[in-house]
């Protein structure tokens, strides 16, 4: 193969991959917010289940608390 022939594929191909790099990265950075939302809305419906069932004197005691 020609080596100017060849330099211009390498060319082709790096852009290429330069490309579908930048649209990993967006794609990811997109991603980012559901899966904070997500982890934040499942620590929230455990933090409500552990109230639920904890006892009622517990619940007085940590009411009385603060």
Do not use: N
Not at 9 to 20: F, G, Q, S, V
Not at 28 to 43: D, E, F, K, V, Y
Request: hydrophobic fraction near 50%; aromatic fraction near 2%.
């Amino acid at each position: 193969m020609h080596p100017e022939t060849h330099l211009a594929l390498h060319h082709l191909r790096a852009a290429t991959l330069r490309a579908e790099a930048d649209e990993h990265r967006l794609a990811a950075s997109a991603r980012a917010p559901r899966a904070l939302r997500t982890r934040l809305g499942w620590t929230l419906v455990e933090v409500g289940l552990r109230l639920a069932s904890a006892s009622p004197a517990a619940a007085r005691t940590a009411i009385a608390l603060p």
